[in-house]
């Protein structure tokens, strides 16, 4: 399977690893599987530093490269095509991110890793849940 981890999976994964379900972690471990995260979740968890909501044990250049390597990700990137997905995107609310990434994952035909009920009900979506 190709999952498209959302931002908190990611994070949790890393900080809170008691907060991802059995069955989404061992879809994580699965070597199998391919591991892909976009670079609007880098942003978001850069604004989440920002505010003071997270912190980090390592610079964030460094814990970024750290989780790269260990997850083996790969970079779902935001294509032109991505952007023309947007367009027609008809998910129940306006928060871009969530937007991105669900345009992400239809255009890439990606699996949603989320906890995310207002995502987890987007037609359409494929979507492993956190439950």
């Known amino acids: 399977m190709n999952l498209l981890l959302d931002?908190?999976?990611?994070?949790w994964n890393h900080l809170?690893?008691?907060r991802v379900s059995a069955r989404v972690h061992a879809a994580l471990?699965?070597?199998?599987?391919?591991?892909?995260?976009?670079?609007?979740?880098?942003?978001?968890?850069g604004q989440l530093l920002r505010?003071?909501?997270?912190?980090?044990?390592?610079?964030f250049g460094s814990w970024l490269e750290e989780s790269v390597r260990a997850l083996q990700l790969r970079e779902?990137?935001?294509?032109?095509?991505?952007?023309a997905?947007?367009?027609?995107?008809?998910?129940g609310h306006e928060d871009p991110a969530d937007r991105f990434l669900v345009a992400t994952a239809k255009t890439f035909d990606l699996t949603?890793?989320?906890a995310d009920e207002r995502l987890?009900?987007?037609?359409?979506?494929?979507?492993?849940?956190?439950r």
């Open 76 to 83: 779902a990137s935001f294509t032109w095509r991505v952007a």
């Open 29 to 45: 471990s699965d070597a199998r599987n391919e591991l892909w995260l976009s670079p609007v979740s880098i942003w978001e968890l």
């Open 85 to 91: 997905e947007l367009k027609a995107l008809a998910i």
């Open 120 to 130: 987890i009900s987007v037609p359409g979506l494929k979507v492993l849940a956190n």
């Open 7 to 11: 931002t908190h999976i990611w994070i």
């Open 51 to 59: 505010r003071g909501r997270i912190r980090l044990r390592w610079e």
């Open 112 to 114: 949603l890793v989320t």
């Open 16 to 18: 809170e690893p008691w």
